[in-house]
Structures are given as structure tokens and as C-alpha cells.
């Protein structure tokens, strides 16, 4: 790879995706959550969000469809992205989205930059750690420019040292696939496959390493472009998150914590020992660096902001209690226990049962959820709830609690169902944009199938079999995905206004 691309993939597009930890309300949350003064966005409040490398642009537009009140401005070096993340907005008729194709190293000294409003939020997902230096310095002084007094800074990156040990694994990989095939995504699956082969045959670096055996062991299913991406970026490097927290710091950026969320409680992530070790220091950077010496934290989702203001623990949980959840989950699904980094976390039922059960009649206030008189434990710690049940995926934040399915919602989820169908595997998680909860819900490309096929008042689950899996090999598994779809995740999505 020469010329323009500067050694990035760019012969093939990078798959569309959206993560929640992107969203401005994870960010704020994780800023209450760690006690610094961001305010969860309001209802009518005119967010401007800023994303830097957005790909085909699909997190961006799920927000921009969730908040049209919003001002979304989405920017990528590659023109094939820009392109159809156009046109894909264009279809489905989205008004409060830009899309800017630029260059990251340069675009601070642009003409172009002009145009970009000063932001509220911005994120990064997935460029930092996978591009030269020059275009992180310019990133650099993009957000000095345009990042508001306030604002708060989303960016994800691979981190050291749990990188560490399989660095080699990468680093083979992308050598064998260059030398064995031209495009990037065969590439990819040239380069695994001599990963693989070489760690079949007992190669000593592969073997002792754990990390990287479980890396190998996840990418077996993983999307050709993915691999491209991930792996074959000539610049991929991963990073100190001291080094990325000085580099943010001539931004006048200030690292706060991290958007997922059960990532800023040391007793979910740390053992007695670890902690003790930890807390002989003041500067929240070492007790980072400790932390990641204990912990196989490859990607870190880490959130700053311009003007970090402290609030005491008081002020804190008045502020947590106004936070209103809805849930991802059948409240019989509720788990007794979850993994965490320091072992596992217990959900005691007589706390959480109530809570998850009306929880999941509709959107409740964390403040109104703890008084319930069937709750038994805390009542006073709103932190611990929200930073438990949205941190391990059990429910999400509500910015708009009593708003009615959004059009403008419904007709991007629409087209991203028929869009996504073509290109996409049916069980791949996407998410879909709801006006009510100001940010995606957690939807496979199958559920946003199905969501079509309701509005369409379609009521015979066969014809919907028929038109996804005429194979009748696949029937059985199908049709056992459609009634998981039905009947268990589209009354969550109704619940969080998504139709």
C-alpha cells in the first residue's frame, strides 16, 4: 500500500458498525460516574457531535436519526466511505448529518475546518492506535480547535501492555499476508491462516502466549474486512495510556475514565492486593498503568474532557438519581452472577429483582427504581446500579422517556435493515437509532429485518422464513433466531421507542 492511503487500508471498505460506548450519554455517564461535572444531555438540548475516522458512517447516522435536533458532523480520509455514508444518509433521509472527507494529519489547517461547528462530544473509535504519528498530531490539534470548554472526548485505541505478548502474532500475520496475496481482506485470511498453521505446529511465541490464543481463537469467524482492517494498517501500533493521555493534554484534554463503565470501579477490576498496590498513588495515570498491568485490557475506551470540573460524592449521586434506564433484557434473564476482571460480581436478587422487573414494564429513574419498597440493600448508591446494569449490557440510559417512535428514527432503521441485509451476516449486531433512549439499542441486522417486516403488518413467521433462508437446511436454526427476535428482543425495542 503507496501513495494517498499513506500505508491504510483503503481497497476495501471497512464494515458498518455502532458501539455504545461512542454515545455522548455512555460519556457523560462515565464523567458522573467518575465525578466530574458533564451533564447527561437534555431532551431539546442542541448536541453538536464530532466523529473523527467515522468509516461508512453508520454510528454516526444511528445518532443523528436518534437526535434530530442534534448536529452531527462525521469525518474520513476515504472517499469510498464518505461516499456511501452519503448516500446512505441521503435514502434515508437524514438532514442533521455531515459527512467531510479529509485528511486527519492536515484538516486542522484547512479551509474545510471552518465549516465544522464547535463540539460537545467527539469520538474516536478505532483510529488512534492504527495510524502514523503525523495523523495523531493532527488529530491533536483538530481537538484543540474544536473541542468546546467542557467537552468531552471519546477515543478507543489498542493498549499496551496486554498487546504486548502477541505484537509477533500481528506483526506474522500481516507480513505473510502481504507476500501472499494482493487485496487486503485475502491478505487477512492468508495471514490467519499461517497464524493458525504456525500455532498448530507448537510455534513456542504463539504457544506461551494466552492473549494471543485467545485472539486467534475469536477471529476464526471474523469478517474479511475486519481482519484487513485490524491487522494490515502499516502504522498499527498500540499505545501507553499515559502516552495517549500526553498526547491529549496539548489539547488541554483531561482523562476522566472510561465509557465502559464497570471499567471505573477498582473493585470489579482489581483484587485486594492489585488495589493496595494502586492506591499508593495520587496521579490517576499511574493507577492506570497498575490497573493494565493486571488486566488483559486490549482495547481501552477512554474518556477525557476539556476542563474536567470535580464534584463531591454528594452532588455525584443527586445528579445519578435523574438518570433514567430502560432494560436490554427479559427481566428472567437476569444473571445471578457476571465475569469481571477481579472475579466474579453477584447480582443479589433481593436488590436487583425488583428494579430489573419494573425496570422492564418501561423506563424508570434511577432515584424512583431504588424506592421501591420491594428493594432490599443501598438504597443510596445510584452509582453501583447503573454502573452494574449498563456496564455489563443489562440496560441502557433513556434521554427521552415518554417520546413516541421518531420518524426519522424508524425510516433510518428501515433502510439500514435492507441495506444491511445485503452485505451483512443476520446475526451480527448493529444497533438500532431510537428517539427515545437519544442513541442506538442493541439490534442484530436480523432484528432490524424483523422490525421492517412488522411494519409491513406482516404476521406469518413463515413467509418471513421463506424470504431470509430459503435453504432448508438453515429452516430450523432461522426459525428458532425469528421467535428469539420476536418474542424476546422486539418488546425490549419497543420499549425503547425503536417502533
Known amino acids: ?21 461512542q454515545s455522548p450519554m455512555m460519556m457523560a455517564l462515565a464523567c458522573q460516574l467518575c465525578s466530574v461535572a458533564v451533564p447527561m444531555p437534555r431532551p431539546e438540548d442542541p448536541i453538536r457531535l464530532l466523529e473523527l475516522g467515522c468509516g461508512q458512517g453508520f454510528g454516526a447516522m444511528v445518532q443523528a436519526a436518534s437526535n434530530p435536533n442534534w448536529q452531527v458532523t462525521a469525518v474520513d480520509f476515504n472517499p469510498a466511505h464518505i461516499a456511501a455514508a452519503r448516500e446512505w444518509a ?11 472527507e479529509a485528511d486527519l494529519a492536515t484538516l486542522a489547517e ?27 498530531d493532527g488529530i491533536v490539534r483538530l481537538l484543540r480547535d474544536k473541542v468546546r470548554s467542557g467537552g468531552t ?3 478507543s485505541y489498542n493498549a499496551l501492555p496486554a498487546w504486548g505478548p502477541a505484537m509477533g502474532m500481528q506483526r506474522l500475520l500481516r507480513e505473510a499476508g502481504r507476500r501472499l496475496a494482493w487485496r487486503s481482506d485475502r491478505q487477512g485470511d492468508q495471514g490467519l491462516a499461517v497464524v493458525q498453521a504456525l500455532l498448530a505446529a507448537d510455534a513456542r511465541q504463539l504457544q506461551r502466549s494466552p492473549f494471543a490464543k485467545a485472539l486467534l481463537n475469536g477471529l476464526h469467524a471474523a469478517p474479511s474486512s475486519y481482519l484487513a482492517h485490524e491487522y494490515m494498517n502499516e502504522h498499527w501500533q498500540p499505545c501507553f495510556m499515559a502516552d495517549v493521555a500526553a498526547a491529549l493534554s496539548d489539547a488541554k484534554l483531561e482523562w476522566v475514565g472510561s465509557s465502559q463503565l464497570t471499567e471505573n470501579f477498582p473493585t ?29 485490557r486490549s482495547l481501552r475506551h477512554d474518556v477525557f474532557v476539556r476542563g474536567a470540573r470535580r464534584v463531591d460524592n454528594a452532588t455525584r449521586d443527586a445528579a445519578l438519581m435523574d438518570v433514567t434506564i430502560g432494560l436490554n433484557i427479559h427481566p428472567d434473564e437476569l444473571p445471578a452472577t457476571v465475569d469481571v476482571p477481579a ?54 440510559p433513556v434521554l427521552r422517556p415518554g417520546a413516541d417512535p421518531h420518524p426519522a428514527a424508524m425510516r433510518f432503521n428501515l433502510v439500514s435493515a435492507r441495506r444491511l441485509a445485503r452485505s451483512e451476516s443476520l446475526n451480527r449486531l448493529v444497533g438500532a437509532a431510537s428517539g427515545r433512549t437519544g442513541a442506538g439499542v442493541q439490534a442484530s441486522v436480523l432484528d432490524l429485518l424483523v422490525l421492517d417486516w412488522l411494519r409491513d403488518g406482516q404476521t406469518d413467521i413463515e413467509d418471513l422464513l421463506r424470504l431470509i ?8 436454526t432461522v426459525r428458532d433466531a425469528l421467535n428469539h427476535s420476536l418474542h424476546r428482543r422486539m418488546p425490549i425495542l419497543h420499549r425503547a421507542g425503536v417502533y
Not at 274 to 283: G, H, L, N, S
Open 153 to 155: 472526548v471519546h477515543i
Open 110 to 136: 484547512d479551509p474545510a475546518s471552518r465549516d465544522i461547528p464547535e463540539a460537545d462530544f467527539v469520538t474516536l473509535h478505532g483510529v488512534w492506535s492504527w495510524v502514523p504519528k503525523s495523523v495523531q
Open 1 to 21: 500500500m503507496s501513495g494517498w492511503n499513506g500505508g491504510y487500508v483503503t481497497d476495501i471498505s471497512y464494515t458498518a458498525g455502532w458501539y455504545p460506548t
Open 343 to 396: 472475579g466474579q460480581a453477584e447480582f443479589n436478587a433481593a436488590f436487583y429483582r425488583p428494579i430489573v422487573q419494573a425496570a422492564s414494564v418501561a423506563p424508570a429513574r434511577t432515584g424512583d427504581l431504588l424506592n421501591l419498597p420491594e428493594v432490599e440493600g443501598r438504597r443510596d448508591n445510584p452509582a453501583e446500579l447503573l454502573g452494574m446494569l449498563i456496564g455489563v449490557n443489562l440496560a441502557f
Open 469 to 476: 433462508s430459503p435453504a432448508p437446511v438453515d429452516a430450523h
Open 268 to 296: 470489579l477490576t482489581l483484587t485486594d492486593a492489585q488495589r493496595a498496590v494502586a492506591d499508593r498513588f495520587e496521579d490517576p495515570v499511574m493507577r492506570e498503568l497498575v490497573k493494565d498491568m493486571c488486566l488483559d
Open 90 to 100: 441521503a435514502e434515508a433521509g437524514l438532514t442533521n448529518i455531515t459527512f467531510i
